[in-house]
Each structure stands twice: as C-alpha cells, then as structure tokens.
C-alpha cells in the first residue's frame, strides 16, 4: 500500500517562500510529480521528478520559480516555492507513478497514487 503525506502549506505574502514536503512509501526510482488545484480550475502538473533517469520537469508557470527534489533517505520529495504569486493559491497535491511508466510527467492520468493536499495560500 503505497502512502503519499504532505505537509509544509500554509499562508504567505506575494512574493515570500514555502518549501512543501511529501513523506512517500516507494523506492527511491519512483517517479513523482507535484500538481495544483485552485478553485473552480482543472488539477495541472507543475513538477516531476524521475530518479531512474535523473530528469525534472516542470510546468511553464512554475519555471525558474519552483524545484522539485529528494531526499533518498528520508523518502522525501520536496517542492521548494519562491517568489511566490497569488495565482499560486491552490491545494497542492503529492503523487507517484509506478513501474511501468508511460505518458507525460506532469500528466494526471500518468500517476497511480495521491496524497491528501496540503494549501497553499499567497496574499498580495
């Protein structure tokens, strides 16, 4: 049973930092990805990491903004978030892609399993 847990949302001021953690219960070459949901919009990938083949991805909105990462210790992925806007308001979401992988790394239907969310907001 694979368990995806975020945490590290909260409130910021445009502008401001927040670094989100996702404590997954997969092998260190599980592929991950972080996606975002505001309200009344569709859920959309913003970062994807895929250990076995060292490669990041990220989302136009988010690029040069945000990093995605692990700690293969701790089985951790984190999304750190600078320069933070108000259009980044959004429940963000933790998710995993097993073995075999297939379609885009910041695709929804790509991954198998989710996290609960954690919020996200930024004030101007």
């Known amino acids: 049973q694979v368990q995806l847990v975020e945490s590290g949302g909260g409130s910021v001021q445009a502008g401001g930092s927040l670094r989100l953690s996702c404590a997954a219960s997969?092998?260190?070459?599980?592929?991950m990805g972080w996606f975002r949901q505001a309200p009344g919009k569709e859920r959309e990938g913003i970062a994807a990491i895929d250990p076995s083949v060292g490669r990041t991805s990220y989302g136009d909105s988010v690029k040069g903004r945000f990093t995605i990462s692990q700690d293969n210790a701790k089985r951790t992925v984190y999304l750190q978030m600078n320069s933070l806007k108000p259009e980044d308001t959004a429940m963000y979401y933790c998710a995993a892609d097993v073995p075999p992988y297939g379609g885009s790394p910041l695709g929804l239907a790509s991954y198998d399993y989710w996290g609960q969310g954690t919020q996200v907001t930024v004030s101007s």
């Open positions: 997969v092998n260190r070459y599980t592929r």
